[in-house]
């Protein structure tokens, strides 16, 4: 293995220790951010999947999240709790939407990608607020959590933790398998030159439109989790300040990087974390705690480009 | 009664129309010539509306809160162009858009740190406050039609500016060759400060006049602002006659919209599920507009020579 493959397991482990670490500290606190950090390091990995190895800068990757709490949400909302089948309504309705927004954003580039797919998320966001039946923006509370048929029990905060850790690492795996194959090659190609690729025979198009697609699942995936981690279904999961955060998520931890995804999401929500109930500092600083996020954000782009990722041994991708 | 309801909401549209392209003529100018991406310019609109509703009630005078406002914007966004946004430029989009994206995060806790959380209360002077009968009965607000007034004013001059002076000259050879203008003796660091604050005092120049109108509270700009990519979608970027055609166009379509819809659905669907469905398709009808016109112009409807 690589040494960061190493690495990667390394961390996986480290996340698995933190149940008995937890419980041993009386901190169940604890368990619950992580478990949060594993969820958006999942939605982090889909996105890297099209910004990172892609070169698609989506601003609309909250769409996906918002979209898979719906499915759970709503489902739930009209009484069926059938976990598997609201997963699979999750990852299949963020897919075809993806599949919809990627039809027509992906034939462009640059900045107007960068508008549009924030412009649709925007769309989706309005259009949750509107729904009065399933909330409006008030939200609506998961009265009970997805049920596996007595296979694995959400409201166990353990066992959920590992189903998390589990979903990630096959995340984590899968957006692997998928950048090393002829159709994760394919991708890079496009990204690096797009009119050599075409030069020697691939359009760009169903490769992007394909990746757009598989990032909107797996990201619905995380949303099916994350609704279930509040137990709240409210449509600030899809605000765009969420999928600004999500970039800042990637970039932080390493662009086009395994391990980049995990490590910019736990950096970003401890640092939040941190940020916002650091007692050594007074209150009336901790407050405003988004004050030094913003400005972290622009030095971290302006001067640490290569992200966390970037500091581990070995060489980057 | 019917006529005097559409007057209403058409001037309504063009009303919006006009205050999203005093937004979407900054945007564009500085993306057309800086090739940047600016996500803070909804935050220079903010600042817009703060700084005048603040010197308008610490002096009372509407006039000098005006001037104070728009100097104050502009100084904010030459500060903002020199100090930060000056490393951007040769940067690649990812970059401009999450260090603006910063930027944004640290304007809104900055006014939340000056002015609190809560929205504050702007007024407008008395002469400003009353209606004005325009025609058979139909009276419309004085303020709202001198909004209208101001922003075909300034289309009007920017269109002069750009088309017949020496700095609108420079702008458009900024815009299709940076390099070449730089290379003949231009100081292309200068024109692109004196654009940005141009761009800056426009986006000002919306936000005091939106102040009275809509709530001004931090955030105000990103909920614009979003409304400004569809515009310049549309219109196509870095075209400032795009600019003005797709502002006009979502105006209108946002405002007739959510005015028009649901009683025109309530027609041919029962009245609860035009109750439902109607401020949804409403809400989303700019964004649908946005793709089908992708869909038939990729570049928007006047495209940018580049």
Redesign the interface.
């Known amino acids: 293995m690589k040494p960061r493959t190493y690495i990667l397991v390394v961390l996986l482990a480290l996340l698995a220790a933190v149940p008995p670490l937890a419980a041993w500290l009386n901190q169940p606190f604890y368990l619950d951010l992580m478990r949060r950090v594993m969820i958006f390091a999942i939605a982090a990995a889909s996105l890297n999947l099209i910004?990172g190895y892609g070169g698609m800068?989506s601003?609309g990757h909250a769409a996906y999240l918002g979209l898979g709490a719906y499915a759970v949400g709503v489902l739930s909302h009209h009484g069926i709790d059938n976990g598997w089948l609201q997963w699979a309504l999750a990852i299949a309705a963020s897919a075809l939407v993806a599949l919809a927004i990627g039809s027509?954003s992906v034939?462009?580039s640059?900045?107007?990608f960068?508008?549009?797919t924030?412009?649709?998320t925007?769309?989706l966001y309005?259009?949750g607020?509107?729904?009065?039946?399933y909330g409006g923006d008030d939200g609506l509370r998961l009265k009970v959590r997805s049920q596996f048929s007595g296979l694995i029990d959400l409201n166990d905060p353990t066992a959920f933790y590992y189903l998390v850790l589990a979903l990630l690492a096959l995340t984590l795996l899968l957006v692997h398998r998928l950048v090393n194959s002829r159709f994760g090659l394919a991708l890079q190609a496009a990204r690096s030159n797009e009119a050599r690729t075409r030069a020697i025979g691939l359009a760009p198009y169903p490769y992007r439109l394909a990746a757009f697609t598989i990032a909107g699942a797996i990201c619905g995936l995380a949303g099916a989790l994350l609704v279930n981690h509040t137990a709240y279904l409210t449509p600030e999961f899809m605000n765009?300040t969420r999928s600004?955060e999500l970039?800042?998520m990637v970039?932080l931890g390493g662009i086009a990087t395994a391990s980049g995804p995990l490590l910019g999401a736990a950096a970003f929500l401890l640092l939040e974390d941190l940020l916002q109930g650091w007692s050594v500092l007074p209150k009336w600083m901790t407050e405003?705690w988004?004050?030094y996020?913003?400005?972290?954000?622009?030095l971290v782009?302006?001067y640490a480009?290569r992200g966390l990722a970037g500091l581990l041994p070995g060489k980057n991708e | 009664m019917n006529f005097v309801l559409i007057a209403e909401q058409t001037l309504n549209g063009l009303q919006l129309g006009v205050m999203l392209f005093l937004l979407a003529a900054g945007l564009t100018l500085v993306?057309g010539i800086m090739n940047l991406?600016n996500l803070a310019h909804g935050a220079l609109y903010m600042v817009g509306a703060y700084l005048t509703t603040f010197f308008y009630q610490q002096t009372g005078s509407y006039a000098l809160a005006v001037a104070l406002g728009l100097a104050g914007t502009l100084v904010v966004g030459v500060v903002t162009e020199l100090v930060?946004l000056r490393?951007l430029y040769d940067?690649d989009?990812?970059?401009q858009?999450?260090?603006t994206?910063?930027?944004?995060?640290?304007?809104?806790?900055?006014i939340?740190?000056l002015w609190g959380r809560a929205a504050i209360y702007s007024t407008i002077p008395e002469v400003l406050a009353g209606h004005v009968e325009l025609a058979g009965g139909f009276r419309y607000p004085i303020y709202r039609l001198m909004i209208i007034v101001i922003g075909l004013a300034v289309a009007l001059l920017l269109w002069f500016v750009v088309t017949r002076t020496r700095l609108g000259m420079l702008i458009r050879a900024g815009a299709s060759n940076r390099a070449m203008v730089a290379a003949l003796g231009v100081n292309i660091r200068l024109l692109y400060t004196v654009v940005f604050g141009f761009g800056a005092a426009l986006a000002g120049l919306a936000g005091l006049l939106a102040g009275p109108i809509y709530s001004v509270q931090p955030g105000m700009g990103?909920l614009i602002l979003?409304q400004v990519?569809?515009v310049?979608?549309i219109g196509g970027?870095g075209s400032i006659r795009g600019a003005l055609a797709g502002a006009l166009i979502v105006g209108m379509v946002d405002t007739l919209g959510r005015a028009f819809l649901k009683p025109a659905l309530a027609t041919v669907l029962s009245p609860t599920a035009a109750d439902?469905a109607g401020?949804?398709i409403a809400?989303?009808l700019i964004?649908?507009l946005?793709?089908v016109v992708?869909?038939f112009r990729?570049?928007g409807l006047f495209p940018s020579a580049r």
């Open positions: 910004l800068v601003f027509v034939r462009t640059g900045i107007y960068i508008m549009i924030l412009a649709f925007q769309m309005y259009l607020i509107s729904i009065e039946e765009w600004g970039m800042f970039i405003h988004q004050l996020l913003g400005v972290i954000l622009v782009v302006l480009k | 993306f991406v930060a490393t940067r989009h990812l970059d858009v999450l260090a994206f910063g930027l944004i995060l640290f304007f809104n806790e900055l939340v740190i990103e979003i990519f569809v310049i979608v970027i439902t401020p949804a809400s989303m964004y649908l946005m793709a992708l869909a990729p570049a």
